[in-house]
């Protein structure tokens, strides 16, 4: 089981890698990537001594870590990379005025970041953004909406175009008392929209109208048909992932733990089977991702036994076998599996740690190693090389 290190934070840029390297000399920041190195982003809460977002290099072979840069930023609690990695897009998950998302100009070869500019989402607590290269979309958890954003031929944001709200309520009194917008994703086709409803257990349905940008100004969002589907009452869905092939969509609910699986083609879901992703019941279930193979899925759980639950994946039926439970730090939010599948790293918020695990690519199961990158409220991680996963 893992024990929680105590590690007093008082934040220093030079010292947020532990146990990362074999003693060997650093790399310079400005050296030619080798085949083996991503750049990778981590984004974090701003509340304690975090600046905002850092890059680092991590070598998918070794585990190696070496930082790169840093952007200061308030609470970029999840990140995207743009399709063509020149820029990456960060929601700022505040109230009122201070809520929104922001862009970046990215440099993947130096892991530098320089803010172009941002712009208000019109709804509270942006939690998820995602682009298709000529717009913007983000999920606001506090505001029950989604915003949708043009994109300039820089890359930087213009004023939203559209903030969809959205009405109703779950059975969780406590939690589901309105809506919460939780995850926006477009469909591996990109003609399609789905956003995950946490209040109020429906993933909503969008038309995507691909030749929609900045200058012919057409809507971006239609309402699809059907124009929701509903989850199990009471499930609070968080995250959606969908397979390489697309022919199979994954849904992780927070509340009731348990991972939906979905039949996918050409806008519709067909729900094919439950699992139990937390066997506690704790309420806390955060993500979901398919190793690169599909042969294994993975999904975080928080607030009991915080970890990692592990099932095996069949690539014809996409049905799902649960494998076991690998313990992590406090509060397992965002994780993510390195491209050649040797490594999957998990940011643990409350530990102030990105932990960095072996995965068995026979096997599925994850193994601890001495690697960890030390960085207060860590809370989302993406690699360049993977945009818009």
């Known amino acids: 089981m893992y024990k929680v290190k105590v590690i007093a934070i008082a934040f220093l840029w030079a010292a947020t890698w532990t146990a990362c390297g074999s003693g060997k000399k650093e790399q310079s920041q400005e050296s030619t990537m080798n085949n083996n190195e991503l750049t ?138 309105k809506p919460h917008l939780h995850c926006v994703r477009f469909t591996p086709d990109g003609k399609h929209l789905l956003a995950d409803d946490l209040g109020t257990d429906k993933i909503h349905h969008f038309y995507v109208n691909p030749q929609a940008d900045a200058q012919n100004r057409e809507t971006l969002l239609t309402p699809g048909t059907p124009e929701a589907y509903s989850i199990e009452p009471g499930s609070g869905p968080r995250h959606l992932t969908f397979s390489a092939d697309g022919k199979f969509a994954y849904l992780i609910n927070e509340i009731s733990g348990t991972v939906t699986a979905f039949s996918y083609e050409n806008g519709e879901l067909q729900q094919i089977q439950t699992a139990v992703s937390d066997t506690l019941g704790a309420g806390g279930s955060a993500d979901i991702h398919i190793s690169p193979d599909g042969r294994f899925l993975y999904s975080s759980n928080r607030l009991q036994a915080d970890g990692i639950a592990i099932f095996s994946r069949d690539t014809e039926t996409g049905l799902l076998t649960r494998l076991g439970h690998q313990f992590t730090g406090v509060h397992p939010r965002n994780f993510i599996i390195t491209p ?18 072996l995965r068995d690519q026979e096997t599925g199961l994850l193994t601890e190693t001495d690697k960890e990158i030390l960085l207060d409220k860590p809370v989302c991680i993406k690699f360049a090389e993977r945009p818009g996963e």
């Open 40 to 177: 990778m982003l981590v984004g974090s809460y701003t509340s304690g001594s975090s600046k905002g977002i850092y890059t680092y290099r991590f070598d998918q072979e070794t585990g190696t870590v070496t930082p790169l840069s840093e952007a200061e930023v308030s609470n970029p609690s999840y990140l995207n990379v743009s399709a063509d990695v020149n820029f990456v897009y960060a929601v700022n998950e505040n109230e009122g005025d201070k809520a929104a998302v922001s862009a970046f100009a990215f440099n993947k070869e130096n892991g530098t970041l320089r803010l172009l500019n941002s712009q208000p989402t019109h709804g509270d607590a942006p939690c998820y953004v995602i682009t298709n290269g000529k717009q913007v979309v983000t999920a606001n958890y506090g505001g029950g909406s989604i915003t949708v954003f043009p994109l300039a031929a820089d890359g930087s944001l213009l004023p939203a175009s559209a903030v969809i709200p959205f009405e109703g309520s779950g059975p969780n009194s406590e939690r589901q008392e």
């Open 340 to 357: 050649n599948g040797k490594y999957l790293l998990v940011a643990c918020r409350d530990s102030n740690v990105v932990q960095i695990f």
